[in-house]
């Protein structure tokens, strides 16, 4: 075989594994996720408070990350396809918030904030909030019910 068709080949069968899927697909989010978004940020607009939505690359914790900007402060949203799910990563998260464990328990994270964090969660949604801006904890109190982990 000539190294022309070699090339073509290999060209060929790489687009072919790419269109069948064995690229890293993009996570999508459930009907349940938009929802638990929409009425988050229907919420905070209800409060008085303007804000913006952007995706955000995975980091420590799983799950489809979200990040909302209100005014200064800054909220990462992991959203889940189910409770279930989110209380087994929620359950790894240590009470004060520096630390996680994974669900088979083979790997715990220690974790230095900037500042204080916060987390909590409501459905299919863990919200986590790190500063000290008592307007901030309060709205998401309101909105999430007390935090499950942090100082």
Not at 19 to 34: I, M, Q, R, W, Y
Not at 42 to 55: F, K
Not at 107 to 114: F, N, T, Y
Request: aromatic residues 8%; glycine residues 6%.
């Amino acid at each position: 075989m000539s190294k022309k068709h070699s090339l073509f080949g290999i060209l060929l069968m790489t687009v072919l594994l790419l269109a069948s899927g064995c690229s890293p697909k993009k996570a999508v989010l459930t009907t349940d996720n938009e929802k638990d978004l929409a009425n988050m940020i229907t919420y905070l607009e209800d409060q008085g408070y303007e804000s913006s939505v952007e995706e955000a690359d995975s980091d420590i914790f799983p799950g489809i990350r979200m990040r909302i900007k209100i005014e200064s402060e800054v909220l990462e949203v992991y959203l889940y396809k189910n409770p279930t799910i989110l209380q087994e990563v929620a359950s790894g998260i240590g009470k004060d918030g520096s630390s996680y464990q994974n669900k088979s328990k083979t790997k715990v994270i220690e974790i230095s904030w900037v500042s204080e964090p916060h987390f909590f969660k409501r459905n299919t949604m863990m919200v986590q909030y790190i500063g000290e801006n008592e307007n901030i904890i309060k709205l998401l109190t309101a909105y999430l019910g007390p935090q499950f982990a942090g100082l």
